[in-house]
C-alpha cells in the first residue's frame, strides 16, 4: 500500500483480555518499529525487526507483551492480561533503511476498561 | 541516556508570522534527527530529517537545522497558515549500540496558528 497500515483503529477491552494489533509496512521497507504514546509518557520504543535478523525487544515494558513479524511483513503487537495502564495509542512505523526517515500508521488507540 | 527536550510546549501566533520551535538534546552521539507533526488523531507525518554530517535541510516553507555539538536543533516556519496547526515533534536516533535502532522523541510543541 501507498503507506502504514494499522489496525484496529479503535480498540475497547476489558481488564484481564489478550488483545493482538497489526500493522501492514509500506511494501519494501526492510525495518518495522513499533512504539506507544501515551498522555504523560510520550512517545515510547517498544520494539523493532529489520529484516531476518532477530528483534530488538528492550523497549517492551514487560513479558505480557510480545510481538512478531511474518514473512519479512505484517507485524502483529500481542498484549495478554491488559492492564489499565496499557491504554495508549500504539503507533507502527517502517522505513527502508537506519538512515531513511520512519514512516508511522495511524496508530491504534485501546482503552482498558 | 538521552534526553530530548522541546521547547515551548505550547505556542500560539497570528496567521502569517514566521516562527521558530527548538529541540535540545542531551547526548551528540546521534546518527539523525527527524522533525515530525501530527495532527489529532493521527499519525506521525515525516517532516524533515537530518544526517549527523548535515547542517540543515528545507522543505517549502520550513527549514530545520542541526548543530549536533551543541546539542540543538531548530524548525523554522516561514509565513505560518492556519493548516500548520498541529503538535511538532522532533526525535533523534542515538549511535549506542544498544539504541541505534530507535527514536527518542521530545514531548512536542503544540502549535496554533491563528485566522
Known amino acids: 500500500g501507498a503507506g502504514v497500515s494499522q489496525s484496529p483503529s479503535n480498540k475497547v477491552t476489558e481488564k484481564g483480555k489478550d488483545v493482538e494489533l497489526r500493522c501492514d509496512p509500506i511494501?519494501?521497507?526492510?525495518?518495522l518499529y513499533w512504539y506507544r504514546q501515551s498522555l504523560g509518557q510520550g512517545l515510547e520504543f517498544l520494539i523493532y525487526?529489520?529484516?531476518?535478523?532477530?528483534?530488538?525487544k528492550s523497549g517492551l515494558p514487560s513479558d505480557r507483551f510480545s510481538a512478531e513479524r511474518t514473512g519479512g511483513s505484517v507485524s502483529t503487537l500481542t498484549i495478554q492480561r491488559t492492564q489499565q495502564e496499557d491504554s495508549a495509542v500504539y503507533l507502527c512505523?517502517?522505513?527502508?533503511?537506519?538512515?531513511?526517515?520512519?514512516?508511522f500508521g495511524d496508530g491504534t488507540r485501546l482503552s482498558i476498561l | 541516556k538521552q534526553e530530548v527536550t522541546q521547547i515551548p510546549a505550547a505556542l500560539s501566533v497570528p496567521e502569517g508570522e514566521n516562527l521558530v520551535l527548538n529541540c535540545s538534546f542531551t547526548?551528540?552521539?546521534?546518527?539523525?534527527l527527524q522533525w515530525f507533526r501530527q495532527d489529532p488523531g493521527k499519525g506521525l507525518t515525516s517532516l524533515l530529517l537530518?544526517?549527523?554530517?548535515?547542517r540543515e535541510q528545507t522543505s517549502g516553507r520550513l527549514n530545520a537545522s542541526l548543530d549536533k555539538s551543541s546539542g540543538r536543533s531548530t524548525l523554522y516556519i516561514a509565513a505560518s497558515q492556519p493548516g500548520d496547526s498541529a503538535t511538532y515533534l522532533c526525535?533523534?536516533?542515538?549511535?549506542?549500540?544498544?539504541?541505534?535502532?530507535?527514536?527518542?522523541f521530545g514531548q512536542g510543541t503544540r502549535l496554533t496558528i491563528n485566522p
Open positions: 537530518i544526517q549527523s554530517s548535515q
Open positions: 547526548d551528540s552521539a546521534i546518527y539523525n
Open positions: 511494501s519494501g521497507h526492510t525495518a
Open positions: 526525535a533523534v536516533r542515538p549511535t549506542t549500540a544498544q539504541g541505534a535502532q530507535k527514536l527518542v
Open positions: 512505523a517502517s522505513s527502508q533503511n537506519s538512515r531513511q526517515p520512519q514512516h
Open positions: 525487526f529489520q529484516g531476518n535478523s532477530a528483534p530488538d
